[in-house]
C-alpha cells in the first residue's frame, strides 16, 4: 500500500513575502525532520519557495512540483499516491490549512479523529492507500 507523507513547510523567514526562503530556525527543523525520514520513492512540492526548500531539506532532493498542492490537496493527494508502487513512500509538501482541510476530510472518512490543533511547521499526515483510497491515517507532529 502507497503511503503519502503530507507536511507543511517549515517556518520561513519573511511573513510577509510569499517567495521567501526558510528561516534558520526553518531549516534546523528541516534537519531534524531528516534524520527521522525513510526513504521516499517520490519527493514533490507545492511551488512555492519555502514549500520546495522543505522537501529538499527533509527528503534530500526534489522529485518535482506539483500545483495541485496549493490549492487543492485533497483532490490531489489520492493521484500523487497512485503514482508510486504498492510499497513505496511519497513526500508532498504543502502549506497550513490546505493539509488541515483534507486530512480532517480524510480522518472523518476512515472514523478517526485528529487530535491537537493545526498542524503547525513541518507537521501533518501520513495516509496509508489501498487501491486508490484512504485506509489510514496518522498525525505527524514535529519534536
Known amino acids: ?44 512540492s507545492s511551488p512555492l519557495p519555502r514549500a520546495k526548500e522543505t522537501a529538499e531539506r527533509v527528503a534530500g532532493r526534489l522529485d518535482g512540483i506539483d ?30 490549512g490546505i493539509v488541515d482541510l483534507p486530512a480532517i476530510v480524510i480522518a472523518s472518512r476512515l472514523g478517526t479523529t485528529l487530535h491537537g490543533k493545526s498542524f503547525g511547521y513541518g507537521e501533518g499526515v501520513r495516509v496509508t492507500y489501498a487501491k486508490g483510497a484512504p485506509v489510514k491515517i496518522e498525525e505527524l507532529r514535529a519534536r
Do not use: F, T, W
Not at 15 to 23: H, M, P
Not at 72 to 92: C, P, T
Open 1 to 44: 500500500m502507497p503511503v503519502l507523507d503530507i507536511r507543511r513547510h517549515a517556518e520561513r523567514m519573511n511573513l510577509q513575502d510569499n517567495q521567501s526562503a526558510l528561516s534558520v530556525a526553518g531549516r534546523a527543523m528541516c534537519e531534524r525532520l531528516a534524520k527521522d525520514a525513510p526513504r521516499y520513492k517520490l519527493v514533490i
Open 67 to 96: 500545483p495541485g498542492l496549493l490549492p487543492d490537496l485533497g483532490g490531489a493527494a489520492a493521484r500523487i499516491a497512485s503514482r508510486v508502487g504498492e510499497k513505496d513512500r511519497v513526500l508532498a509538501v504543502s502549506h497550513g
